[in-house]
């Protein structure tokens, strides 16, 4: 059921990213990415970068990553991704709940 409900949040993500950009031709949703850690949040940017987002519980190695052929990776390096309560809040992620791409 997880994997199911992944796969409709990266298709929500892909129909999103299409109509905000326009559709020129026709494309083909298909499934990106599979994760057994719940997502809290997905985003695609117009060059078609995935990222996704996971609740700091766990053991999650960090809280925001790119999907990059097949992996998750931290994004947009460990160092942000890093943090406990001795770090400075202001230089890590501490708690994401979604993300969202920013176009100006």
């Given at each position: 059921m997880k994997n199911f409900k992944?796969?409709?949040?990266?298709?929500?993500?892909?129909?999103?990213?299409m109509?905000?950009?326009?559709?020129?031709q026709n494309y083909y949703i298909?499934?990106?990415?599979?994760s057994q850690i719940r997502w809290t949040g997905v985003a695609v940017s117009p060059d078609h970068r995935f990222f996704v987002s996971f609740p700091r519980e766990n053991?999650?190695?960090?809280?925001?990553?790119?999907?990059?052929?097949g992996n998750i990776i931290p994004y947009p390096n460990s160092e942000w991704n890093n943090w406990n309560l001795n770090l400075?809040?202001?230089?890590?992620?501490?708690?994401?709940?979604?993300?969202?791409i920013w176009i100006r």
């Open positions: 992944n796969s409709i949040i990266i298709v929500l993500a892909c129909l999103q990213s109509f905000v950009y326009g559709v020129d298909s499934d990106v990415q599979q053991n999650i190695p960090f809280s925001v990553g790119e999907i990059v052929e400075p809040a202001q230089e890590h992620f501490v708690c994401v709940f979604k993300v969202c």
